[in-house]
Nanobody, 116 residues
Framework: VQLQASGGGLVQPGGSLRLSCAAS????????MGWYRQAPGKGRELVAN????????NYGDSAKARFTISRDKVKNTVSLQMHNLKPEDTAVYYC??????????WGQGTQVTVSS
């Protein structure tokens, strides 16, 4: 499975950004897709993921009520719409896919910077 992330960038506090990740390869092996992030000096944390059928989202505490994850099964993409961004959301965001047999796949990171 290969993951290609897009989006990210610099945004002011309170602004919005949309991240997208396209999966290719053995799509049928994917159980969940989503996003993790890693801020400087911190560990990688779950932002949100969603089941491969797009029916069940799961959010980390930092994303609840502000972020929305969605899945396009036709395009094999997952998107993360982020609203009301805060400086503490600044991190490198990584697309992730987890397979049915416990294999993790990672895309390249994309920088999100929230600053005035």
């Amino acid at each position: 499975v290969q993951l290609q992330a897009s989006g990210g960038g610099l945004v002011q506090p309170g602004g919005s950004l949309r991240l997208s990740c396209a999966a290719s390869g053995s799509i049928f092996s994917i159980k969940v897709m989503g996003w993790y992030r890693q801020a400087p000096g911190k560990g990688r944390e779950l932002v949100a993921n969603i089941t491969s059928d797009g029916r069940i989202p799961n959010y980390g505490d930092s994303a609840k009520a502000r972020f929305t994850i969605s899945r396009d099964k036709v395009k094999n993409t997952v998107s993360l719409q982020m609203h009301n961004l805060k400086p503490e959301d600044t991190a490198v965001y990584y697309c992730h896919a987890g397979s049915w047999v416990g294999v993790d796949y990672w895309g390249q990171g994309t920088q999100v910077t929230v600053s005035s």
